[in-house]
């Protein structure tokens, strides 16, 4: 299986914390079978002392770190 993937990050709210679209196409012998997206948003919690993220997929996965 043959991926290509691309990232794209942009600093939101004052540039406190970073928002990202991830893509990824998935092929087998040269026909694309899927593309797989997601969305992340990653930031310094103050509070926690510690980076916190979060992120969201096209399979209908959530998850928290």
Known sequence: MDVVGRVTCE???????????????????????????????????VAAQEYRAAGFDSNSVAAVF
């Open 11 to 45: 600093r939101v709210i004052d540039g406190l914390w970073f928002s990202c679209t991830l893509e990824q196409d998935l092929f087998a012998g040269g026909e694309k079978l899927l593309t797989w997206k997601s969305r992340w948003v990653a930031g310094w919690d």
